[in-house]
């Protein structure tokens, strides 16, 4: 079955502009690792995984799933649970090389971030579908369909004025069974997300220039 497409059309030159001025506010974006206590409203966060859910995915199976954590108690668990990984990785099993790129990150085991951000987002997504308990169907390019879906999510919520912390932990088996989730669930990322605290610092990065990332074959 098909229906018309029914998307935004601009001219020209508004496209242009609203290209530019978007250029402007992502040049903005930033990982923080400090959050204010100050809570933004929970609307703003269930519009963006509003967003995120149109993402496009491998045969439209929308691999995907989030939970939206705002509970003290629950944020306090995951604290408690990703430090005892960030442990081990930095101090029991390290990767000499991989702790070295990551010195201008300044990141360590503690994790406070996980407490004081107002809200976490978890978000998961599976290979395969469970119906009844039985393996029911394949989902396709699983990790690149949560992967769009997730930069749309951070897309949002910094269009939306929010920050944005993203956590890859280093082992993540923890925090799907603890959320309960099904079995076929695996963990994506986690995402702090608040507003920055007052005057916080972030670690001066460059990013790479059009020059570097970008070859054109226009004509
Ligand atoms: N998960 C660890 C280590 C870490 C890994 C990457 I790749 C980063 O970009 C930053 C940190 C941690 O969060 O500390």
Known sequence: MLEPYR???YDDKEAVNTSHDLVKIFERRRTIRHF???APSSEVILNAIDIARMAPSGANRQPWSFCLIGSAE???????????EEYEFYHERPNKEWLKSLEHLHTNEEKAFL????????IFYKHYNVV????DSTNYYAKESVGIAT????SALHLSGLSVLTYTPSKMQFLAPYLDRPSEERTFMVLGVGLPKDNVLVPKIEKKTMDQILTTYLS
């Open 7 to 9: 998307n935004q059309k």
């Open 132 to 135: 009844d308990g039985k393996k």
């Open 115 to 122: 407490e004081e951000a107002p809200f976490l987002i978890g």
């Open 36 to 38: 204010s206590s100050e």
């Open 74 to 84: 629950v944020k306090k668990e995951i604290r408690k649970l990703a430090e005892k």
């Open 151 to 154: 930069g749309m999510l951070i």
